[in-house]
């Protein structure tokens, strides 16, 4: 848990202080027209955080949604 906490903070600190080039110039569908680069960082980071806190859910037993006994 301690290195799921490490990995989504890192994440979400690389997903702001993001460099590269974050939206593309092409036509799409969507309504944010993001390099597929930069969707990566962000959906890790927010997969990451949801299940951390699962994790910590489950920890204090609000929920056991992840490691059911």
């Known amino acids: 848990m301690i ?6 903070l ?13 939206y593309n110039s092409g036509w799409s569908f969507s309504i ?3 390099t597929l680069r930069y969707d990566l960082i962000v ?3 927010i997969t990451n955080s949801v299940i951390l806190i699962l ?3 489950n920890v204090f037993g609000i ?4 490691f059911s006994k």
């Open 3 to 8: 290195i799921q906490g490490i990995l989504s």
């Open 55 to 57: 994790y910590v859910m």
């Open 63 to 66: 929920n056991s949604v992840i």
């Open 10 to 22: 890192f994440l979400i600190i690389v997903s702001f202080t993001y460099k590269g080039k974050k």
């Open 32 to 34: 944010y027209h993001t």
């Open 43 to 45: 959906f890790s980071a």
